[in-house]
């Protein structure tokens, strides 16, 4: 099975080496594949946006 695009994006999140990733409508089910294998997954927030994008920031 390949790996998940954004499980290194998570991770680069986690680790403050980015400030948040945005997601269009179209990528929200690969990302939650990879959000839902987090086991602090509550602290990845997500913002509503315009046109369906979302952005996650990663809340202490």
């Not at 290194?8 to 269009?24: A, C, F, Y």
Request: glycine share 4%; net charge negative; no cysteine.
């Amino acid at each position: 099975m390949s790996e998940n695009l954004f499980d290194e994006k998570i991770q680069q999140l986690r680790e403050k080496q980015i400030s948040e990733i945005v997601i269009e409508q179209s990528e929200f089910s690969v990302f939650r594949e990879a959000w839902k294998k987090q086991e602090d997954r509550t602290k990845i927030v997500g913002e509503a946006g315009l046109n369906g994008k979302i952005i996650y920031r990663f809340a202490e």
